[in-house]
């Protein structure tokens, strides 16, 4: 396994064919395109891609930005082909683009992400140590891949502190299991979940919580819940959409994510800003 800068036409060309595979785009203008990829790359982009015997098999993409006067850089995709998945190599990716990042002097890098897919929330939280604190209503509008049809593509913003104490924990122990306060497994749920069927419903929620710290589950399989009960996918989507702007607007932040596998279900970690994550 490989992972280097991608500097040729040959590079940027693959790095589409992947966009194309991986997404599963029937319409080419949604993928970024070679020019993209070659201006942006020579003017502070940091483009990586991982390689097996010669072949990529997944890479990394961002631009330079700008975040209250300050330059960073905002990480537009990550992608992965299935076969390589659940084997650490996002979390290779994103490694390398921190060092790329901080080799630059830079403090953040962002992203969005749907906060209905656990897995992410996983390796972003969990592995990566990011935080969250805007949410972004159908950010990309339609889209023509398959991955992204049936509900509005609304993301969370992560934000990757790159230098941050927790973030070097985070990174210093992703293959053991993180060390948290234990009052936080005593955080209040703002929703109720129940079955339906194979998959888990969100029955009810509530904005009025005022505790300092509180959770809101996730299902797992979101994924294949748009594809196969398109309708409940609709509904987790407004449903966290006003828990997750509700509680922003009053001053909560995402500071951490619980992965329950065997249970099918995730949970956010909201704070309040006005207590320290460190």
């Known amino acids: 396994m490989q992972i280097r800068d991608l500097t040729t036409i040959e590079d940027f060309r693959r790095v589409v064919e ?13 993928a970024v395109g070679v020019p993209i990829l070659v201006v942006t790359s020579k003017r ?72 209905l897919q656990a897995l992410n929330a996983h390796l972003n939280f969990t592995k990566l140590g990011t935080v969250v604190e805007e949410y972004e209503v159908n950010i990309y509008g339609d889209s023509s891949s398959p991955l992204h049809k049936g509900t509005p593509t609304d993301r969370f913003v992560a934000e990757w502190w790159i230098r941050k104490p927790h973030v070097e924990r985070r990174l210093a122990s992703r293959t053991l299991p993180p060390l948290r306060a234990t009052d936080v497994f005593d955080a209040p749920t703002v929703n109720a979940t129940e079955r339906a069927g194979e998959w888990l419903r969100c029955a009810s929620y509530d904005l009025e919580r005022t505790d300092a710290r509180l959770t809101a589950e996730i299902p797992m399989g979101f994924g294949e819940m748009m594809v196969h009960e398109p309708e409940l996918a609709l509904d987790w989507r407004m449903r966290t959409r006003a828990i997750f702007t509700g509680y922003f607007e009053r001053g909560y932040r995402v500071v951490d994510f619980f992965l329950d596998r065997r249970g099918g279900r995730g949970r956010y970690l909201l704070s309040s800003r006005e207590v320290p994550t460190e």
């Open 18 to 30: 992947l966009e194309m595979a991986i997404w599963g785009y029937t319409n080419s203008d949604d």
């Open 44 to 115: 502070g982009g940091i483009l990586l891609g991982a390689f097996d015997d010669g072949e990529m098999i997944g890479f990394a993409y961002s631009l330079p930005g700008i975040k209250a006067g300050r330059p960073t850089q905002w990480s537009h995709m990550l992608g992965v082909v299935p076969r390589a998945r659940d084997t650490g190599l996002g979390t290779e990716l994103k490694l390398a683009q921190r060092r790329r990042a901080l080799a630059m002097g830079l403090d953040l890098i962002e992203w969005t992400y749907d906060p």
